[in-house]
């Protein structure tokens, strides 16, 4: 029979040995009967005959009998019973362990879907970014972390690369679809050939697109995302093949990609192939990202030196036109760093989420020191009970099996609750979470955070029982003997546990307080920055985009700009409209080139790199942004292509001293471009967030010569209109405001509908995140620090009754034996904030990277925080001393 099914029926086999063993003594007993001898005697011989009846019983079970396993559930039976008749203890503990494990769930939960969690694709650890640095171009970094692909690049590296199986170019955009309901604007990912060969995730339905998909003049083809296939046509599967009307040109869906496939970071509706021409690609236009997927056995040093390689035969393959220098770009000390996929998805949010899990886990600790003393309490209030267990034979092992299982009981109780308390956690997270948080959709409570749950729940359960285990399960003769000395509660040995404890708590508190306060303090000087625009409430922002196959002429296309901001304006409340390539913190996309000053003479790539923007008349004024010096566009000056620009007050400073100085100066981007006459300065704006630097800028016309072609004049067609109104963020305005558009034009949709206080408070939003989460733990903490400070204050004035009452009875004063306790309150608190300001220091300079405005070592907040908490540990002591204090001495002195 198997083992198990031996041990689940023993029940009825132990009644199966007391019944045989009853027939064999009723047999013997007849058999005596039978001879002549009474009933009463017969029964007295048969069992005296068969022997230690009990003794047999116990060892016929043995043959079967898991003795350890029901040792065990005795012991558990035994565990829960007393839980039981303790209902208040086992209920503070339980919700204690639930929110710190629930919290630690929550958090590790998104943990390991957006950091440990290979990404969602075949072979993610072939996947690499095509990263690459430009050390030499001056002035990139203020405003790009790196240097992106052209698509002659990407040529070169796709026909030439020795370390790739697929390579390919992506980047986001945005599509009017019209033709099917009203006409709606879409985010679109434009890809090239090699893109979905590398992320290697089949279609859900119909084809990926193809190579010939990426010639202008070749299918014309598309692809839905699953989402927008649901949303827009109802999943209806005969969508393939069909042809919808995307930026007015008829396109065929080629296929459907699976639910939540995303193009690395980039969700979309539809993906788009680009149009690349290799006959017409020049070194220049470094616009896209870059993937590819490694030859097996490739490793990324050794793709970097192959890409390093390329980089010669690029600049020998093509140019930027007659009369150029191809090898202009050896200045820029381009170099290859490229990086596994997964780090270019996570970016810099894993320095939060480990920030946020290493405080949560502290609180976890604080929790756990916290039961421990409970612990504590109660074994010692188990003294005697131990003591007798021990004399009547219980050994050590016995002992601290029983006090372990129930902290671990105690432990799996609170991890079961603490699931539920993650449930809700993670939803918080998701709610209060950084917006730009990778892998959003992936995060869920899956099967690793479950196992999380266990293994931390048991960890739990040792860690805070080893405590009393430790103190409560020596020697069977110290068990005897601590159960023999009636005074020992107030013996400095029996408070030498809870008070390194409550030192311990005090010292994790203390940390967690500071890096709360800190976060405090940045969040202040982020609000107090000036981001370059006002009032961003009243401020409404959309996007809105004019394709060339809509309006083919660029001036044609500045007019219905320029209509449209006259229907904006006739809205009833709208006191200015503008509009511009990009606002502040909307992520969209930066342009970019070389600045050069009349008068300065270049040699390679000296000219600064410098932010660009198109801006029309009018936007300044309605954004907010202070004109320094000079003044803004005019229309007249906007149709007649007169070469003017505006530059930003650090550009103004740097190149020409001040903002006056700038003024009827001028400059250029090429050499063979007219020479731009700048006519006004306006104030820095943070355009990455108030936490970044103002990056110089450069605004040009939203309708000026083309940089290749200057004699042609070029509109920026997708642009975000400004309108300053208070009735801004309204429903019912923004109604008014895509009639105004419609009214223009019916076919162009209206996107990225926010107010600026939206985009103001989306940048702010991982410190808002990290902020919350330090504040919950600082919170936590210092609760559970003060309770800690509390429990054990108030158990040694119990342990201590008597002597008060003596103490009282010969006069001592009340305020004296106050004091006494407070002064040990003080002590432990200053003991723990000496160690905690200690570790606060180190633990700060590794959030160096999460402060703005404010030193990690800040004096006010390292000097303010420990003042907080002493005080707060004074009264926690102080108000079960005067308490007891106040107890009739006669009363003190019957309490013992």
Known sequence: MPRFSRFFSRDRRYDDISVSIQEHIDERADELMEEGMSRDEAERTARRAFGNVALLRERSREVWQWQRIESLLMDLKYVFRRLVRSPGFAITVVLTLAIGIGANTAVFSVLNSVLLRPLPYPEPEQLVSLHLDAPGAPGLSEFRSELRLSASMYFTFAAHNQSFQSIGLYGPGTASITGLAQPEQVSTVQISSGVLETLNVPAFTGQWLTGADQDAHGLGRVMLSYGYWQRRFGGDPSIVGRTISVNSQPRVVAGVMPRGFKVVTYDFDLLVPLALDPVKEQLAGFAYRGIARLRPGVPIP?????????????????????????????????????QPLKEAVVGSIHTVLWVVMGTIGVVMLIACTNVANLLLVRADARQQELAVRSALGADRLRIA?????????????????????????????????????????????????????????????????AIPVLRYAPSRERVALLGAMRTASVSRERQRGRNLLVMAQMAMAL??????????????????????????????????????????????????????????????GVASVGFAASVPMSGAEPSWDQILIEGKSYEGADAPMRLYNYVSPGYFHTAGTRLIAGRDFTWAEMYSARPIGIVSESLAIELWGSPRAAIGKRFQEFPRMPWHEVVGVVQDVRENGVDQISPATVYWPSLMGDPSVPEKLEAWRTVYFAIRSNRAGDQTFINEMQRAVWSANSN??????????????????????????LAIAGVMAFALGILGIYSVISYAVSQRTREIGIRMALGADKGGLVWMFVRSSLVLTGAGTAIGLIAAAAVMQLMRSLLFGISPLDPVTFTAVPVVLTAAACLASYLPARRTAAVNPVEALRAE
């Open 748 to 773: 162009l949709p209206v996107t990225a509908i926010s107010t600026m206080q939206d985009l103001y408070s989306e940048s702010m939003a991982r410190t808002s995140f990290t902020l919350v989460m």
């Open 401 to 465: 099996r029983e006090l372990l299982l129930e902290s671990v009981t105690l432990g799996l109780l609170g991890g079961a609750a603490g699931v539920a308390v993650a449930y809700a956690g993670l939803h918080l997270l998701l709610a209060v979470g950084p917006t730009d948080l990778p892998r959003l959709n992936e995060i869920s409570l899956d099967g690793w955070s479950i196992a999380f749950t266990l293994i931390l729940s048991l960890l739990s359960g040792l860690f805070f029982g």
């Open 511 to 572: 940390v967690l307080l500071i890096g709360a306060v800190l976060m405090i303090r940045t969040f202040l000087a982020m609000r107090n920055v000036d981001p370059g625009f006002s009032d961003p409430r009243s401020l409404q922002v959309m996007r809105l985009s004019i394709p060339e196959t809509l309006v083919h002429d660029s001036t044609t296309t500045v007019h219905l700009q320029n209509s449209i901001l006259d229907n904006l304006a006739a809205i009833p």
């Open 302 to 338: 050794q793709a970097n030196a192959d890409a390093a390689r390329l980089l010669n035969v690029w600049m020998d393959s093509w140019t930027n036109g007659p009369g150029t220098d191809p090898h202009f770009y050896l200045a820029w000390k381009i170099t290859p760093a490229l």
